[in-house]
């Protein structure tokens, strides 16, 4: 145990004992092995007085009460015996399960964040209040880890908030606010934060007069009264609804569903049994192990600050200004406003700016509640925007971002115009998604304050900005970029300049090589049919038409002219022959699809088909496993001539990049991470059938060096 302690124990009123939980290592608590055992020394002392009329646990961290287990406690075990995974369950389980046996009331005083370890551990106590603030969360998001709640959650929540509260929130992993949780039952009070100590102590006391808490120990130890036809129904609509969430690829929900059913006729005692075993059954397995990967790609990003230098401190950004009123500048004008950063919007069209004004006003004033817009929000972020007409107006901003059309010469002379105006420390970013950026820093007075700040469409969705550094991009501006995309809300990965950067020097690979599959005879649908069995969220046919075949054209045409060796000409060719017939993909209403509705579902065409016909090298029929290994093979020998030539820091940025920005399936783990569980040795096996293919599926010395050594991507 460490040397200062993870909780202190206080009494108020003579009879109420406090134990406030203030883990010393960070500022959220976490439920590791030497808190555990903390709390047990205490209950065993709490358990021997008879002088207590209750017990209050609250947090003495701000804004969070505990954030779950910890997780990196779970890597230690995490291929341990199954029986040993049982035992630390039950362990867990029963140290929590005498909370709702103590010889007097127990209540969790819930300040802020309450999920995982920490939800479960509020449940066993008799009752629950929380804070009624917007920080305010409770849930269970162990099925994001590939588990299911191990130390009573199954158990627990079934029994307190009736079957149906408890299968909607533990097989979604969603949280839910503070509202949700006392209309649910789960909470019997909301007050102030400040209020929360004494609002405890009149619970208790009200619980100490009327006994109901006694009552509701009985009950809640016993089997669900639910008939067998209730039973029935409610398994058969949440599977369907779990296997539409999942598409059968992550089997914790719907494990997590088949053990809350099959334990609602069993007591307390014997469900916790069953619920361990559940836990084992997932524990250490294939998706379980990638979605902990993912855990950790994202708190290392999170703690990331782009970086090495540590005196740096990031120069704040509190005005932005977006050269550009499409859909792209709209939605980076709206993620800025919402984090309360005052914007201002221009364009080189008038009637431009005031339709993105309009948009952008919507966005960020609609209220889920109301399902539609919120008066007060809208008038609030009016306030915080203003268009601009003459670039004098921009001046002032700390950051300037341009998302005007992709044509080098016309940013250019965007920055001639701009850069004189701007203050000597304000950042000047593209958000160009192809253009090297040390290519558009030519001829800037300062290039060490340009760096590229490149979103992803919609903005509003997509979590993942790419920070690009020029040649002679200074750490200050690359700090200060990651320290505003964090500060939206979004996960920046710090870039070194090239054709693509990282997503799209990935992506480029995966789509063109499905078209050159077409020229090879391959069927629309027996790719997008393959790789969305693979899990990405969508075919890579259909992909072309949302991004739109004429921008795919340009960007193909950027890789080719960077990589000529390796890139092949059937894609550009169909993508050619596409733009000329007008079909530019959903925007157009005809692309490899038809789109004849506003449901935006493409459906077959057959001039598509023809088009296709006429740019065929060969009929062949590919199996599910050759379209696999011909879409991300090359992806991942792409992503090593990526770390060979240090465009990103840490093979760990590839793969949350792949994920955050492309759908990579989280239950993979990543690419490279994806990569790992086949093996080097195995890939470069798989790369032989291909070797027709040239240079673009030919083992790089990266990947043979790996099959030779052994060496993985994740050492």
Request: some cysteine.
């Amino acid at each position: 145990m460490a040397d200062a302690p993870y909780m202190k124990l206080s009494v108020e009123d003579s009879d109420i004992a406090v134990l406030t939980l203030a883990d010393p290592r960070g500022s959220a608590n976490v439920l590791s092995r030497a808190v555990l055992e903390e709390l047990e020394k205490h209950l065993n002392d709490l358990e021997k007085r008879s002088d207590l009329a209750g017990l209050v646990i609250r947090s003495g961290k701000p804004g969070v009460f505990i954030v779950g287990a910890d997780i990196r406690e779970f890597l230690e075990n995490i291929n341990a015996p199954k029986a040993q995974i049982v035992e630390m369950c039950n362990r867990g389980r029963k140290l929590f399960q005498r909370l709702s046996k103590m010889p007097f009331v127990t209540l969790a005083a819930i300040e802020g964040q309450c999920v995982g370890g920490g939800a479960e551990l509020s449940l066993w106590c008799d009752r629950r209040i929380m804070s009624n603030d917007s920080k305010a969360m409770y849930g269970f998001p162990e099925v994001k880890l590939g588990l299911l709640p191990g130390w009573g959650g199954t158990v627990r929540a079934p029994r307190v908030v009736g079957l149906s509260n408890a299968i909607e929130m533990i097989t979604s992993g969603e949280s839910i606010d503070a509202k949700a949780a006392a209309a649910m039952g789960l909470i019997s009070d909301l007050v102030p934060t400040a209020q929360l100590l004494p609002a405890a102590i009149a619970v208790i006391r009200a619980e100490q007069k009327s006994g109901e808490w006694k009552r509701d120990r009985l009950q809640w130890d016993q089997p669900i009264d639910i008939s067998d036809t209730e039973l029935g129904f409610l398994g058969a609509t949440a599977s369907a609804m779990i296997q539409g969430q999942t598409g059968g690829q992550y089997p914790a929900p719907a494990a997590a569903l088949e053990l809350m059913l099959g334990t609602a006729g069993v007591d307390a005692n014997a469900a916790g049994e069953e619920e361990a075993k559940g836990m084992a059954a997932l524990f250490g397995g294939p998706v379980n192990k990638a979605l902990i990967n993912i855990f950790f790609l994202t708190d290392r990003n999170k703690k990331d600050t782009g970086i090495e230098r540590r005196d740096i401190t990031p120069k704040p950004i509190k005005s932005v200004a977006i050269v550009g009123a499409g859909i792209m500048g709209q939605g980076i004008a709206a993620a800025s406003l919402k984090r309360n950063l005052n914007v201002v919007l221009n364009d080189a069209v008038p009637a431009a700016i005031s339709a993105g004004m309009q948009k952008i006003l919507e966005d960020v004033s609609y209220d889920k509640e109301k399902r539609g817009p919120d008066a007060a929000k809208a008038v609030k972020f009016a306030g915080m925007i203003n268009p601009a007409t003459v670039d004098a107006e921009m001046a002032p901003c700390d950051l300037v971002i341009e998302a005007i059309i992709e044509n080098p010469e016309a940013k250019k002379a965007l920055y001639a115009r701009l850069e004189s105006q701007l203050s000597k420390d304000a950042i000047l970013a593209s958000n160009t998604s192809t253009i090297p950026i040390t290519k558009l820093a030519e001829g800037l007075q300062r290039p060490e304050r340009f760096c590229g700040i490149h979103f992803f469409n919609p903005v509003r969705k997509m979590p993942l900005v790419e920070v690009i550094r020029g040649a002679k991009t200074s750490d200050e501006t690359v700090a200060a970029a990651v320290a505003y995309a964090k500060n939206i809300g979004k996960s920046p990965i710090v870039v070194n300049d090239g054709p693509g950067f990282l997503v799209n020097r990935l992506l480029g690979p995966y789509m063109s090589e499905s078209l050159e599959m077409l020229c090879d005879g391959a069927e629309i649908k027996s790719i997008e049919r393959a790789v969305k069995e693979f899990g990405m969220p969508m075919g890579p046919i259909t992909l072309y038409d949302v991004v739109g075949l004429d921008t795919a054209l340009y960007a193909g045409r950027v890789m080719s002219e960077a990589f000529p060796d390796r890139v092949a000409g059937g894609a550009q060719q169909i993508l050619s022959a596409m733009v000329k017939a007008g079909r530019l993909g959903q925007k157009s209403g005809a692309g490899f699809f038809a789109y004849k509705d506003k449901s935006g579902r493409g459906t077959p065409d057959p001039a598509a088909g023809e088009i296709i016909k006429s740019c065929a090298r060969k009929q062949e029929k590919f199996s599910s496993e050759q379209i696999i290994a011909r879409m991300f093979l090359p992806m991942v020998l792409e992503a090593t001539r990526i770390l060979e030539a240090k465009i990103v820091r840490d093979p760990r940025d590839v793969d949350l990049g792949l994920i955050f920005g492309t759908g990579f399936p989280p239950f993979k783990g990543g690419l490279l991470y994806w990569a790992d569980t086949l093996g080097p040795a195995k890939i470069v096996e798989m790369l032989k059938p291909l070797e027709s293919l040239g240079l673009r599926a030919r083992p790089t010395p990266m990947l043979l060096e790996m099959a030779k050594t052994g060496r993985k991507f994740y050492a």
